[in-house]
T-cell receptor, first 113, second 116 residues
């Protein structure tokens, strides 16, 4: 059972455009939702994270929108740049037990100059 | 952000040998460390969770006798792939979480294991 579903699988955006990646989760016990950026051959790097008591969080060009009732959250990258080309993963964890992350399947973003 | 160092970054070994991968939290004490495996163009799959001084908790389907995890201190966890075979070739990534109640996980740069 895939607990965090991510779409699209790949995305091509022109420089300066907005990149939007969506995730949906099933487990209502999840209460922490981070987004990670991964370049080839490297480990994931935390971009931004949100908790269910907030509907939106913005850090620089990156914004998370969170819809608790729909159990969905999304990452918006404003003014996308070629350097943003990477794979993006959404994730979720519960506030009990080991609090391990459950990752989405990933989105390969390509920003064309 | 906090720094997690993973070593080696790339290792090639012969089939049947054992390989040890180290994961260190450089500027914080890691109460919990996680080990993931990632195949090309796929997501991260959690293998096991380790807490300092206690036995690791393995995910279903992960052979604990093949993937030995030791979390000897609050800054070091090791993953040993025993009797490695070509199907163990993969990208292994560790992450560390600090203070209790803080959910942020910081990831190492990963180790690419190639078993000949």
């Amino acid at each position: 059972q895939q607990q965090v579903k991510q779409s699209p699988q790949s995305l091509i955006v022109q420089k300066g455009g907005i990149s939007i990646i969506n995730c949906a989760y099933e487990n209502t016990a999840f209460d922490y939702f981070p987004w990670y950026q991964q370049f080839p051959g490297k480990g994931p790097a935390l971009l931004i994270a949100i908790r269910p008591d907030v509907s939106e969080k913005k850090e620089g060009r990156f914004t998370i929108s969170f819809n608790k009732s729909a159990k969905q959250f999304s990452l918006h990258i404003m003014d996308s740049q070629p350097g943003d080309s990477a794979t993006y993963f959404c994730a979720a964890s519960k506030n009990t037990g080991r609090r391990a992350l459950t990752f989405g399947s990933g989105t390969r973003l390509q920003v064309q100059p | 952000g906090a720094v997690v160092s993973q070593h080696p970054s790339w290792v090639i070994c012969k089939s049947g040998t054992s390989v040890k991968i180290e994961c260190r939290s450089l500027d914080f004490q890691a109460t919990t460390m996680f080990w993931y495996r990632q195949f090309p163009k796929q997501s991260l799959m959690l293998m096991a969770t380790s807490n300092e001084g206690s036995k690791a908790t393995y995910e279903q389907g992960v052979e604990k006798d093949k993937f030995l995890i030791n979390h000897a201190s609050l800054t070091l966890s090791t993953l040993t792939v025993t009797s490695a075979h070509p199907e163990d070739s993969s990208f292994y990534i560790c992450s560390a979480r600090g203070l209790a109640g803080i959910d942020i996980q910081y990831f190492g740069a990963g180790t690419r294991l190639s078993v000949l």
